[in-house]
C-alpha cells in the first residue's frame, strides 16, 4: 500500500511505502533567515513531516541537503550536530546546487523508517 501526504500542485512532500517514507522538497518557511536559521527550520519541519507519516528523526536512514552555496556548509552542519544525536544521524550527502529560488539556501529530501 502506498499512502501519499502533505501535497502540492506538483508533487507529494511525504510519500509511505513498504515500511518507508520518503520525504521531498523540504525548505525552511522564513527565506529571510541566514544558513543556521534555514537549516534549523527545514530539520524541524522534517521532524514534523517524519512524525506524521508515523516516524520520527531517530529512524532517519538517508537524507540529501541541496545548499545553494557551499561555502555555508559549516552554519548548516552545525545546525545539524543541534538536531541530530550522533548515534542517529544517517548516511548523509550534501550537494551544492546552483539555484533554489528567491531566497532558499538549502532544500532536503529523507527517507526513513516507520
Known amino acids: 500500500m502506498i499512502e501519499r501526504i502533505e501535497r502540492t500542485p506538483i508533487m ?3 510519500v509511505k511505502s513498504g515500511g ?3 520525504i521531498g522538497g523540504t525548505v525552511a518557511d522564513d527565506m529571510s533567515l541566514d544558513m543556521a536559521g534555514q537549516a534549523a527550520g527545514a530539520f524541524d519541519k522534517l ?3 517524519l512524525v506524521a507519516a508515523g516516524s ?5 536512514l538517508s537524507v ?3 545548499v545553494s552555496d557551499l561555502s555555508l556548509k559549516r552554519p548548516m552542519n552545525d545546525a545539524w550536530k543541534e538536531w541530530l544525536l550522533p ?8 550537494i551544492g546546487v546552483g539555484d533554489l529560488g ?4 538549502l532544500e ?3 527517507t526513513a523508517a516507520i
Open 47 to 49: 521532524e514534523k513531516q
Open 56 to 60: 520520527d528523526k531517530t529512524k532517519l
Open 102 to 105: 528567491d531566497g532558499c539556501l
Open 12 to 14: 507529494h512532500r511525504v
Open 64 to 66: 540529501t541537503i541541496f
Open 87 to 94: 548515534e542517529y544521524m544517517p548516511a548523509r550527502a550534501t
Open 108 to 110: 532536503l529530501t529523507a
Open 20 to 22: 518507508l517514507v520518503f
